[in-house]
């Protein structure tokens, strides 16, 4: 369990877990800020307002936010261009949030309303068919309107992929149990065999 501190900071962060921080998701950001080994500036989503936030809760000086890390910008979401979609799912696997439907060689599309505007589904794209866009729906809201949902999102995605996870290994591993069971049950056999052979050619 995270640190009560480090809570509080990620309370703070926009949830967009898009990694530009430096760090794999927004919570590991937070426990880095409350150790003391990042500083409250390397959040381009969070922008000006989240280091604002930060400093105030921190009680330090507020600063720019660090160029290293990105820069400022409106809200945006993911747009695919589903003509020129070749249904790789790249960019489906990398989405921390699960906003991008589709099937293997399928057409893919991003839904609007849950995407949060991450950005790490554009490198993922082997065929360069997906932009951002401004979305005019989050442009005057504050740099966390949408993080409880995207934290939601975020929470539910890892779920779904530590219960496929474990689903695959108990089903490798029972298919190892009946490999085994197979060879052990084709050797006992093969002795067996054996065994009776040799006590009838002494007879």
Same mark, same amino acid.
């Given at each position: 369990?995270?640190?009560?501190?480090?809570?509080?900071?990620?309370?703070?962060?926009?949830?967009?877990?898009?990694?530009?921080?430096?760090?794999?998701?927004?919570?590991?950001?937070?426990?880095?800020?409350?150790?003391?080994?990042?500083?409250?500036?390397?959040?381009?989503?969070?922008?000006?307002?989240?280091?604002?936030?930060?400093?105030?809760?921190?009680?330090?000086?507020?600063?720019?936010?660090?160029?290293?890390?990105?820069?400022?910008?409106?809200?945006?979401?993911?747009? &695919?261009?589903? $003509?020129? @979609?070749? =249904?790789?799912?790249? !960019? +489906?696997?990398? *989405? #921390? /949030? %699960?906003?991008?439907?589709?099937?293997?060689?399928?057409?893919?599309? &991003?839904?609007? $309303?849950? @995407?949060? =505007?991450?950005?790490? !589904? +554009?490198?993922? *794209? #082997? /065929? %360069?068919?997906?932009?951002?866009?401004?979305?005019?729906?989050?442009?005057?809201?504050?740099?966390?309107?949408?993080?409880?949902?995207?934290?939601?999102?975020?929470?539910?995605?890892?779920?779904?992929?530590?219960?496929?996870?474990?689903?695959?290994?108990?089903?490798?591993?029972?298919?190892?149990?009946?490999?085994?069971?197979?060879?052990?049950?084709?050797?006992?056999?093969?002795?067996?065999?054996?065994?009776?052979?040799?006590?009838?050619?002494?007879?």
């Amino acid at each position: 369990m995270a640190p009560k501190l480090a809570v509080r900071i990620d309370a703070v962060l926009p949830q967009t877990q898009c990694t530009r921080c430096g760090y794999p998701a927004c919570l590991a950001y937070a426990e880095a800020i409350a150790a003391g080994e990042a500083d409250i500036n390397q959040c381009p989503p969070g922008g000006a307002q989240g280091v604002r936030e930060l400093a105030a809760m921190l009680g330090r000086e507020a600063k720019p936010l660090n160029p290293a890390n990105g820069v400022e910008k409106p809200a945006e979401i993911a747009v &695919i261009d589903e $003509d020129a @979609c070749i =249904g790789c799912t790249k !960019c +489906i696997q990398v *989405c #921390p /949030v %699960d906003a991008i439907v589709g099937a293997n060689k399928l057409m893919h599309t &991003i839904l609007r $309303d849950e @995407c949060n =505007g991450c950005e790490l !589904c +554009i490198p993922a *794209c #082997p /065929v %360069d068919c997906i932009a951002m866009i401004v979305d005019d729906m989050q442009r005057n809201a504050p740099h966390n309107a949408r993080a409880a949902h995207y934290r939601q999102r975020y929470e539910m995605r890892n779920a779904r992929l530590a219960r496929e996870r474990n689903e695959r290994d108990g089903a490798i591993a029972a298919r190892k149990a009946e490999v085994h069971t197979g060879t052990r049950s084709a050797v006992l056999e093969a002795i067996a065999r054996a065994k009776a052979k040799k006590e009838s050619s002494n007879r």
